[in-house]
């Protein structure tokens, strides 16, 4: 996702280049799973303070479904307008400080949105931030068949037999451990719960 845009950035205001992305970003952030190519189109445009990138870009993540936490694969969809400003000159090679920019003083400083001095622009973490804020904050697998989902139901039938077992484990060594003293108190409290029964 790196483009070099030293003649872009020779050309006047409002020229443009259009590209074909079809990108691997397995190494993109070690947290995310990608289950294929980053695809879309990036377009950049040449503005007064350097390069505009926009981009329709997608891809599909695999993400675990927060209801019944199985692997999940989730298609993602999402733009980019961004603006990047050279670092250097690109016929003189002279720094270019971000005071003789327009634009908030933090969106000037952001290292993501620097081109290089190989006038080299990367949208690498641009594509990451977009993609986390992209992805569902609780994904699920949207079942859409008849009843429960098959994954969430057997989920919560094993969550369900180890609380039992659990539970019986915690039982026997109440039984063991307690103290004498309050024995009466605990052979009432059973004597309630089988009431309850």
């Not at 599909?60 to 692997?71: G, I």
């Not at 609380?163 to 108190?185: F, K, N, S, T, Y």
């Amino acid at each position: 996702m790196q483009f070099n845009v030293a003649q872009l950035l020779k050309e006047p205001i409002g020229a443009m280049r259009r590209y074909e992305l079809v990108e691997d970003i397995g190494e993109l952030d070690p947290e995310l799973a990608a289950l294929g190519p980053l695809v879309g189109e990036v377009e950049l445009i040449r503005i007064h303070s350097g390069i505009l990138a926009r981009a329709n870009l997608s891809t599909a993540m695999q993400v675990m479904c927060n209801r019944c936490l199985e692997p999940i694969a989730l298609p993602v969809r999402f733009t980019i307008e961004e603006s990047f400003r050279p670092l250097t000159e690109v016929n003189t090679g002279r720094y270019i400080a971000p005071t003789e920019f327009e634009g908030e003083e933090e969106d000037l400083e952001d290292e993501a949105l620097i081109i290089d001095e190989h006038h080299v622009l990367d949208l690498s973490e641009v594509v990451r931030q977009s993609i986390w804020v992209t992805l569902p904050m609780y994904p699920s697998c949207n079942w859409t068949g008849t009843g429960e989902c098959p994954n969430l139901t057997r989920y919560l039938r094993e969550l369900k037999a180890t609380q039992e077992q659990a539970g019986e484990e915690i039982a026997m060594d109440e039984d063991e451990a307690v103290d004498p003293r309050w024995a009466a108190l605990l052979e009432l409290r059973k004597q309630q719960g089988n009431q309850g029964d």
